[in-house]
């Protein structure tokens, strides 16, 4: 267990390494491979983030040119998603700061269309309807979180982080994480119970 | 009297103890998700003995195994709203930043560019002033010229072309200029 947990490890810091030699090198194919690797898991981060698609999509793009042009500040010390989800949170903060001088509160309540949820995979008519209603009560519920405590969710319980990474990406204390997925959780618990939509 | 306040005291204690047991209760929960404690401290005692105590908490408490059970449903819930990119989203990303790329790349051509240029300058203009200097020298002496005479000569004559660029440039910038920029004389 231990030797395979090491094996990964190992191989999670190689791949760093080398993302890291090809961001220095502004490798066009490694950057295309990244984009591939990373398109959901970062779209899905900056939907959530903002509650907007479009703007999303708008910050997606110039996520990745940022890291075209930020490459060589990526510490291989470090996992590759964490720079990358730091990149994207600075630039909706910037984004928002042009808007209104503003924290991410901001990104917030802004009126407009927020989480479209689509169709999930396939299953029983039924079991369809039953899941999406409770995908689209849990969207809702996300909507009127405060984007702090969304942007800990999705990182936690979405992307998979460790809440030591989490801390990385937000630059807030652990204690300060643990609160926000506390508090989102516990944001969230009426609307699975079906608060009106 | 004296008796009851004694037991309201405890009352209050006791209710105090117990939301900050579900409190606790919760927190743990929601950092674990639908794992078991999960995170680098699983091995601690800490972490085994607050897997324990939640364990033991939820047997008795109602209340928190529904948040529990709530919280499990809203990260499957999480978890289960797709949302992807498009495709052409991807392509139009992968060709700006493709673009881009080809931008810096340019940029630094053009910056490699400049430095050579720089550096060549630099090596003519020493090389030359050597040469000046000598010719200068040269002069001087056929002329039958004071040192002093023939060095001022030749401060004057490496120092004039640069005034000349300096004033023009800064005539740019005032009311001899028309708002082109151009020199109006």
Known sequence: ?197 | MSADRNNDANNATSATKNNDAHERARQLIALAGTEELTGADNSSFDAKSSNAWLAEHLRTCASCRGFAENAGETIRGLRAIPIAAGRSLVSATQASVRRRALELQRQRERLWLVSVSCTAVTVCALLSTVALWRGFEWLGAQAGLAPMIWQIGFVVFCVTPALVAGVLLLLRGTHLADHSGSYQG
């Not at chain 1, 390494?17 to 690797?37: H, K, V, Y």
């Not at chain 1, 999930?120 to 899941?131: N, P, Y």
């Not at chain 1, 519920?141 to 990474?165: I, T």
């Open chain 1, 1 to 197: 267990m231990n030797a395979t947990a090491c094996y990964f490890e190992n191989s999670m810091a190689q791949e760093s390494t080398d993302i890291a030699r090809g961001l220095r090198r502004r490798d066009p194919d490694l950057l295309d491979r990244l984009i591939e690797q990373y398109q959901h898991r970062l779209l899905r981060y900056l939907v959530y983030l903002t509650g907007r698609r479009e703007l999303a999509e708008d910050l997606f793009q110039e996520t990745w040119i940022r890291v075209l042009e930020r490459g060589h500040q990526f510490n291989d010390k470090y996992t590759f998603s964490t720079w990358l989800f730091a990149v994207a949170r600075n630039l909706a903060i910037d984004y928002m700061r042009r808007k209104q001088p503003a924290s991410l509160d901001g990104l917030l309540n802004d009126g407009e269309a927020a989480f479209d949820v689509p169709a999930t995979g396939q299953a029983s008519a039924f079991d369809m309807s039953l899941r999406r209603e409770q995908n689209e009560h849990i969207a809702a519920g996300m909507e009127h979180l405060p984007a702090e405590y969304r942007e800990a969710l999705v990182l936690r319980f979405q992307e998979g982080m460790s809440l030591e990474e989490i801390a990385g990406v937000t630059r807030v204390p652990l204690g300060t994480v643990k609160s926000r997925i506390y508090r989102g959780l516990s944001g969230l618990e009426p609307w699975l119970k079906g608060a009106p939509l």
